[in-house]
């Protein structure tokens, strides 16, 4: 056990004390604030509070921006992956539509019409007679 300046024990081993300052740096035991304002200290920078404040800050100004920036971004690729499908679909509709034209000018043309007549029964005309009307 150790004694203090008392001549009282506190309840620690000398060979604990030896071994934990041997074995790791003081600056361990200090808080991540305490931590940091001793690596400026080391390097002769003084670290003041209304700085890390303002540090601080800018980079949640600058994290909002990239992260308003990363949104922009991936909304403009959804709406550009929705254009380019909208003009697939336009494609394939206009195909579609092409198709159907040509079906409607295949029934609608003379020799179709002539055989589904001649299917019906219909036939050239024998017999043609004409009205005349007198206009006075």
């Given amino acids: 056990m150790s004694a203090t300046k008392g001549g009282e024990s506190d309840g620690r081993n000398i060979a604990d004390d030896e071994f934990l ?3 790791r740096p003081a600056t361990w035991d200090l808080g991540l604030g305490e ?15 209304r700085s890390v404040s303002v540090l601080l800050a800018l980079m949640v100004v600058v994290w909002l921006a990239v992260g308003g920036y990363l949104v922009l971004v991936s909304q403009a690729m959804i709406a550009a992956r929705r254009v380019q499908d909208l003009r697939e679909e336009l494609a394939q509709l206009q195909e579609e539509n092409a198709a159907l034209e040509r079906r409607i000018a295949e029934f609608q043309s003379i020799d179709r019409l002539l055989e589904a007549a001649e299917a019906e029964g219909f036939g050239p005309p024998t017999n043609v007679e004409f009205v005349v009307f007198n206009e006075e």
């Fill in 21 to 23: 300052s041997s074995s």
């Fill in 35 to 49: 931590w940091l304002a001793h690596g400026f200290r080391q390097r002769g920078l003084v670290l003041h509070r």
